[in-house]
């Protein structure tokens, strides 16, 4: 076959075999263009092949006209490769065994670790997967609260365990020696690491007794005899007595120690020998006698947290002591049927929380009535860039109104009577006039401001130092109100042409008052408003549905859907505290420590809940640590207000 270059028209013969069937690209020797040859279709009896190693199509041969590989050879080579398997086997044993060592060592520490944390990692299961210790079946029926706690867990997570060397640990040890005369024995080496861990799952609870009078028992488990044994002799010294199988111990306060095999009961011993046989009973209840086999109960004693108060409001409510109260209380006595009250405390890094739920089909559904989430448009108008405290809460005044004109007729209607007296108005009228919604944001405190304009002081009565110019919260006061309501009118009025128009000034929309601390304050457009800033004030008249939010998109998130919500800027505020009195320490001790508590109060599907979170400054820190830490701080605050004088202690008048 004869090719031509484009390029420079050069040409040779090729053997028709030496081109693919597909074409190739050629090279020109001459002026290096390269040009694409074809093949000229040549019809031919025998078969055509591929190249198994390149792919190139060609006849029958014993070698690849393009990569030049002999094909015999080639399929000799792919036979043995099949005969022979990889050899890769090396390696992967070598492998298998570095992974084992590892498997094996990683087990190893696991099992150390299990072995070291033991306790905590057995009460922590229990917690996790809510198992009931065996002797919570001996917290009688009779109790009204329960108070759940795990010592070894709160032991192990104050991070003192072992810090005798510990600055906290000594104010501690110094601090509970003035509570009790042998505190530094309970918490001293090696006591505290012998005994006081050995507590498992302490249940602490309060059941009456002739109808008035109550008794506190503590109930725990004991997780090693022997040691217990060791701990109780360093404790307390004395004789043990042994009664129905049970070993008994007297302590100071009139108390007494029962113990045997697996848990303990410290339980108050009373007149005649009562005390005494009403702990034998108890350390031989039986589950249907317990407070284990109500499955209302049977919530106190679950969950994961650290600390656990529960309280029977059922049972609260109708002692005879309270009894009499209840009557003047807008709930009837039934409707606390079958609920009860709990508080869960946490510790975590740098946080503390409580959480408080009440439950109870009847009494959840009298709240339901009465108890409704802060208005979303109101809380938008809200302006709260800055605050040292906000509070926001929905108050229903109408349906208060009511319940307290239904469970007080007569005292009703002599606050009824003063009312109208004062403001010419009923109080159902000024219920009627609020909406619910009202928040306080204090955004500061000015000290020592005696700027008064007026030149005379707030006029009435002077007991407020607000009014007299010493001090200036620096925040504002905005309740949702109905426009053109009794409360509106009535406060116009009272601006206008009351003894207080004297200090009153209208531009029509707002009111600057004059009093030696100037405030601006609002009575239309859906609020009553009173504010250090005439920026609040004049923002809520002119504000629109349709102006974006005034309150930071944090902060009305966390508002949004609760009945109320407060919120403490702590470091802050005591941060103007330590300015008033630079000499005192403890308040930058405080400051230093503290950084914000906020609480917040919801209605859930069956539960009313409210969560506290007290945060520190430092989240690497323990937060049962810093607790401890601010105990000691407070305590020194108050000995150094009140010194001792040895001089005084015989005269209470001095």
Known sequence: MKITCPGCQWSAEVPDEKIPVGGVTATCRNCQVKFQVLRESVSTAEPEFFCPQCGTGQMVSDTCIHCHIIFAKYDEKQRIKELIPPVDNEPRIQTNYRSSKIVWAVIGLLVVVGLIYRPEIVSACKLFFHIQPAHAKHIPKSAITVTRSNIASIFLKSGLKGATDDPVYKKLLEFGGRLYPRFDELLANPVKESGVDLAEDVYAFTETYDGERSRTGVLFGIRDQSRFAEFLKKLRPGTV?????????????????YWNKSFALIYPGGTKGRGKQRALAIMAMKKEESIAGDSLKKRWLEGKDDCLVSVDLERIVNQPGLSA????????????????????????????????RVSGAALLAEIKTISVPLSREFLESIPADKYLVFLASHIPFESLQER?????????????????????????????????????????????????????????????????GESKAEGSIIMGVKPDSVAVRLLH???????????????????????GNGYYLLANNG??????????VTGLVERKKTDSPSMPASLLERCNGALSMLELKLSQIFAVFSDRQPDDPSFEQ???????????????????????????????????????????????MKRSRNPKNPENQGNPRE
């Open 241 to 257: 007595s042994t009664e129905a199988g049970v070993s008994i111990l007297k302590l100071d306060g009139g108390s007494d120690l």
């Open 325 to 356: 109260m209840m009557k003047n209380y807008p709930y009837h006595q039934d409707v606390y049927r079958g609920s009860s009250l709990s508080f869960a405390c946490n510790f975590i890094n740098g946080k503390a929380t409580i959480d408080a």
């Open 404 to 468: 307290f004109r239904l469970a007080n007729p007569e005292q009703y209607r002599k606050a009824d009577e003063m009312v109208e007296k004062l403001t010419t108005s009923n109080i159902e009228q000024l219920a009627a006039s609020f909406t619910g919604d009202i928040a306080i944001v204090l955004e500061g405190i000015s000290r020592n401001n005696n700027q008064n304009s007026t030149g005379r002081q707030y006029p009435g009565p002077q007991s407020s130092r607000f009014f007299l």
């Open 493 to 515: 009025r009272k601006l206008q042409e009351g003894p207080e128009a004297r200090s009153a000034r209208f531009d029509g929309k707002i009111y600057r008052i004059d009093s």
């Open 527 to 536: 609020y009553i408003a009173i504010s250090t800033s005439s920026d609040v």
């Open 590 to 636: 405080l400051k230093n420590n503290l950084s914000e508590l906020r609480v917040t109060y919801r209605l859930e599907k069956d539960q009313v809940s409210t969560r506290g979170e007290l945060i520190f400054s430092d989240a690497t820190k323990n937060s049962l640590y810093q607790l401890a830490k601010l105990a000691v701080t407070i305590s020194e």
